[in-house]
């Protein structure tokens, strides 16, 4: 397969790459860093202009945005959030528009915040949704997306749960106070933490890619979601420590603001639905086996 990336050099993208490479296929990274290097299959591009109408590519994989969980979300950064996204999803479509053929398939990140903050009700991509700047932000990059059906490429739309992995995400914070001996949770601890490990992300962006009959969203969390609290927990009973504490919401509040209220203090119980009646298999399905293996590495 010959595949076209964005956000191809982060957290997510660095390890697929690395996955496509190992299997065969060729892939450019759009990057706004002018300076990696081209290798053997890997080739990087800073410009999406620069690419000739005749090349083809099998697929798009979009991946790229700024940061979602740094800094407050002020009017600035809310905008660059949104464009980060939207304008690149925007502007792979005018390369896919210029090109002699477009790519048979997109797979296109989207997040759980689509959602919004929810209760207990287990959810599949069918599920209500509560809106806020987080769900806002994934319906337009979502419809972003999905306009490059009108060129006749298949759509698929990840709604991508808190990505686990060593050396960066979310696990890094997440371990953070455990290591110093004092396992917390933000607010009450009961809002969902719905997770996925990294490796099952690759792996599912590589079935979605290789999929022809799989169009639409899916949600890519793992089966078995938990809280906050209850991750925290099954984190300190992997490195013994006996201490809980919860970080009061009002601090959390007051340090970070609706970044907070959206994305710490509140969350969503997803369920993999639509992969799983496609029949993928998620390798990391509970909390407890993801933790043993990334204290592993
Ligand atoms: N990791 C998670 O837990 C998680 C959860 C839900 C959704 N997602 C979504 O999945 C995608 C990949 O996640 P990730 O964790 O791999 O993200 P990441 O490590 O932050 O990498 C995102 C990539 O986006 C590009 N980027 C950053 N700011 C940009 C901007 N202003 N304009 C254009 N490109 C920009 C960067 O590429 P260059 O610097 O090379 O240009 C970067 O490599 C993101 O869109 C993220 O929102 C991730």
Excluded at 56 to 82: C, H, M, P, Q
Excluded at 109 to 114: E, L, N, P, R, T
Excluded at 189 to 214: E, P
Excluded at 251 to 262: F, I, K, N, T
Aim: glycine share 8%.
């Amino acid at each position: 397969m010959n595949v076209l990336i964005t956000g191809g050099t982060g957290f997510i993208g660095t390890v697929l790459v690395q996955h496509l490479l190992e299997r065969g296929d060729t892939v450019t990274v759009y990057t706004r860093n002018p300076d990696f290097d081209d290798d053997v299959s890997l080739r990087y591009v800073t410009r999406l202009d620069d690419i000739a109408p005749s090349t083809y590519y099998d697929a798009f994989v979009n991946l790229a945005g700024e940061s979602i969980a740094e800094g407050r979300w002020t009017a600035a950064r809310k905008r660059a959030l949104v464009d980060s996204r939207v304008k690149t999803t925007e502007q792979l479509l005018e390369l896919a528009e210029r090109l002699e053929r477009p790519p048979s398939v997109l797979v296109s990140a989207s997040a759980i915040g689509y959602y919004g903050p929810q209760d207990d009700t287990p959810l599949a991509e069918d599920g209500d949704t509560v809106d806020c700047f987080s769900h806002q932000l994934c319906v337009d990059w979502e419809a972003a997306a999905h306009r490059f059906e009108a060129l006749g490429t298949r759509v698929c739309i990840t709604r991508l749960g808190v990505v686990l992995d060593r050396g960066g995400g979310a696990f890094a914070q997440l371990d953070k106070s455990v290591m110093f001996g004092v396992a917390t949770w933000l607010g009450s601890g009961r809002q969902w933490l719905s997770w996925v490990h990294r490796d099952d992300v690759v792996r599912a962006i590589t079935f979605l890619l290789d999929t022809d009959s799989l169009s639409g969203a899916f949600n890519l969390t793992a089966p078995e979601p938990v809280t906050n609290r209850g991750f925290s927990e099954a984190l300190a009973a992997h490195r013994s420590t006996l201490l809980g504490l919860p970080v009061p919401g009002f601090v959390m509040r007051a340090a970070l603001g609706e970044l907070a209220q959206e994305l710490l203090l509140t969350g969503q119980r997803v369920v993999p639905t639509r992969l799983k009646e496609a029949g993928f298999s998620f390798e990391y399905r509970s909390v407890d086996q993801a933790i043993s293996a990334l204290l592993a590495r």
